[in-house]
């Protein structure tokens, strides 16, 4: 049960996953603690942090709280492979052979600046895995295509635009709470009639305020998640792997147990990822 991620000095996300399996009763709440704790151990000292630049920061705090945010986030994203990831899974460099001679080939051929390959031995402390059928989990040019859609991703820029999108809406919205946060009847109205505490100022305003334009966002990032993934499935495409990223999507759909028929409409609000039957008739 294994599948490959890559990995360059700036920015390596787990790229995709090949098998799922049945995790035991005992797995399942020593992850869930596990996510828990790390949550805590980023979440309190950050927010912590956040609410004394809030204090502190005067006329232009949610500049600087904008700013903290940002680098909190750049953070993160360029830790998580190397320190936080291995805490839940196991890596192991990919070994030498056809397989990684093809990925750093392809690498190499749109200037990617890869460093690493792994493969990343997910949940595996699993029951079992869909190993009844020898037929799933995907041969080398089915892991290919994939990666080459996700190496995709990172041609045409997505990972760049979701970032300046989400540092965009997360300056409006403390420029917003700039605003709002001085407004005593906006406390009153949750019970806080002689106090105004920051944090529950933070809840009302980016929890309930915001509310409304969050929905509204939350539709237009799905809606270019989708087209992102079409954009990508195209990009592997154009680089000779339609078939085999074909293949690959059934069988990583039946191995994920995902059904491939979806409302419309409850896809369109939903789901950040096109529904099967659409990606293989775009790849047609």
């Not at 293949?247 to 409409?265: C, E, H, Q, R, T």
Request: aromatic share 14%.
């Amino acid at each position: 049960m294994s599948n490959t991620t890559t990995h360059s000095d700036a920015f390596c996300p787990a790229l995709w996953g090949l098998v799922i399996g049945v995790p035991t009763l005992g797995f399942f709440f020593k992850d869930a603690v596990k996510k828990f704790l790390v949550t805590q151990c980023i979440l309190l000292p950050v927010t912590s942090l956040l609410l004394y630049i809030i204090k502190i920061g005067g006329d232009y705090f949610f500049v600087y709280a904008w700013l903290f945010t940002l680098v909190v986030s750049l953070v993160l994203v360029t830790i998580y492979a190397d320190y936080i990831a291995p805490l839940f899974d196991k890596f192991t460099p990919l070994p030498d052979g056809e397989l990684k001679d093809a990925i750093e080939t392809m690498a190499k051929s749109i200037s990617f600046p890869l460093t690493k390959v792994y493969v990343v031995e997910g949940k595996r402390h699993l029951l079992k895995a869909n190993n009844a059928n020898k037929k799933q989990g995907c041969n080398n040019p089915e892991v290919l295509a994939v990666l080459g859609h996700e190496l995709g991703h990172w041609k045409l820029g997505h990972t760049v635009k979701n970032i300046v999108i989400s540092q965009m809406n997360s300056f409006l919205c403390f420029s917003l709470f700039a605003v709002l946060s001085g407004r005593k009847e906006l406390f009153a109205a949750f019970g806080f009639h002689t106090a105004q505490p920051t944090l529950i100022g933070l809840m009302i305003i980016f929890q309930f305020i915001f509310s409304p334009y969050n929905e509204v966002l939350s539709f237009c990032l799905t809606v270019l998640s989708r087209r992102f993934e079409f954009q990508a499935d195209a990009f592997a495409k154009n680089l000779g792997k339609a078939k085999d990223l074909y293949s690959a999507l059934i069988k990583l759909n039946k191995d994920n147990l995902g059904f491939p028929v979806s409302d419309w409409m409850f896809s369109m609000w939903h789901y950040s990822h096109p529904p099967l039957l659409e990606r293989l008739q775009a790849l047609k």
